[in-house]
Structure formats: C-alpha cells, structure tokens
C-alpha cells in the first residue's frame, strides 16, 4: 500500500559544524597529495611550536606572529587520517549539540576560545619547547564541555529526545549549579581522570608523537566556563 513519508537524512548537522568538518578535511588532503615541501610548508606556518613564541621566536621563520596566530591555526592540521576521522567524529556528537543552541558566529568564537585555551594550557605546562601540537582536539574537547552544562540534565529524564532534535529546550545549568551537579561532576571528574591517564601511558602508547592532553584540558575548562557567554537556549540563573 502506497503511503506519504518523509525521508529523513543519514546525517543531519548543522551547516557550520559541516563547514569545519569539510575544511579540516581539505587542508588534510592536500597535505597528503600536495607533496613534501607543501605539506611541510603548512606545517611550518600552521602549527603550534612553543618555541616560536618564547624569546627566542626570531630564531624561527615567521617568528612571534606566526608563534601567536598558530594558537588559532594549529587546529586546521592533523597528524593522520585516523587523528582527523576520529576529531570529526567527535566534532559531529557535540559540536552538532552547541551549534544547535547558538549562533554560527557564537559556535565559531566558542572553537576558536577553546583552540587558544587549549594551547595555552599546552604552554603553561610544557613552556618554550621545540615540539609541535596540531589537532582541532583542543576546540572538540572544549565543545564537550560546553555541553557538559546541560546534557546531563536530559539524561536525568531517561530521555535524549531533545538532545536529537531540540537541545535548545534544554535548561543550562548556571555555573555555581554545574559545580554542585553529582552527575555533572563525576562525568567531568572521569573525563580529567582519563587525560591524566593519558598523560602516564601516552609516551608508552603513542611514543614521541603523543596526544597533547593538556589542550584537551585547557579547552575542555574553556568550553566549560565561557559556554554561557554565546549559549541561546534555555538558562538557568
């Protein structure tokens, strides 16, 4: 019997957070395809290098304003098709959350705050040193944490209805009742514990090029705070 349906897509996202999933993506292609001296090239002016930006940044070309715009930049490159398959998943899950309850400009201040703070968190730990940090990770991990404001708020519902299809229903926890939520906290006291995790094993595991944890906290406490600031969904004060 013929019937009227509506098809729904495989994947619906939002526009903004296809955006950067597709630039990402792009720039890593063709750093793969473009060559050594092209990918060489971005990498030398996109990545994060400490050492740029300590006080001896004349020694590197681009010097201290490549050092300071890599803060930003550094998010647009990833080590391998793994690293930027699995950052782009992660961007899907919760980028898709925040960028439903803000503004395309709002999401995007958000990323870039959390890619800045991510690298600054890298600096404040490791200083001035002569290693480099790519990977939009920082930025992903800061978009969780914004989301950390407000999902668990749902779940307490048994229900993840609104988190598909209106997230901007959602009540966001003020930041004095984030703090105070159990369930909140023990998903960010899990989260921390397993960066730390990573901080142990990640020379063991991953060996030289390991996984930069401390953007992923830096960004993850940026998100977290700053989420309010271009949140346009439900509030609680």
Not at 2 to 13: F, H, Q
Not at 194 to 203: D, E, Q, R, Y
Request: proline share 3%; net charge positive.
């Amino acid at each position: 019997m013929n019937g009227i349906y509506k098809k729904e897509p495989i994947v619906s996202a939002p526009g903004v957070v296809v955006a950067v999933i597709a630039i990402v993506s792009i720039i890593h292609l063709i750093r793969v395809l473009g060559g050594s001296f092209l990918d060489h090239e971005l990498i030398n002016y996109l990545a994060l290098y400490p050492y740029r930006i300590g006080p001896n940044s004349g020694d590197v070309s681009g010097g201290f304003f490549v050092g300071m715009t890599s803060l930003i930049t550094h998010a647009l490159l990833h080590s391998d098709w793994i690293h930027l398959f699995s950052n782009n998943a992660w961007l899907l899950a919760f980028g898709s959350l925040i960028a439903r309850r803000t503004s395309r400009l709002g999401f995007f201040l958000l990323f870039i705050i959390c890619t800045i703070c991510g690298g600054l968190t890298y600096l404040a730990i490791n200083g001035f040193v002569k290693s480099i940090v790519i990977g939009m990770s920082g930025a992903v991990s800061g978009l969780m944490g914004a989301s950390f404001r407000f999902i668990f708020l749902e779940l307490e519902n048994n229900s993840i209805k609104n988190l598909q299809y209106n997230p901007r229903s959602i009540l966001r926890l003020s930041l004095i009742n984030a703090l105070q939520h159990r369930k909140t906290m023990m998903a960010t006291g899990i989260w921390i514990a397993m960066n730390f995790l990573l901080a142990v094993l990640g020379p063991r595991m991953f060996g030289d090029g390991g996984i930069a944890w401390e953007a992923h906290l830096g960004g993850f406490l940026a998100g977290f705070l700053f989420f309010g600031t271009v949140d346009r969904g439900h509030s609680q004060y």
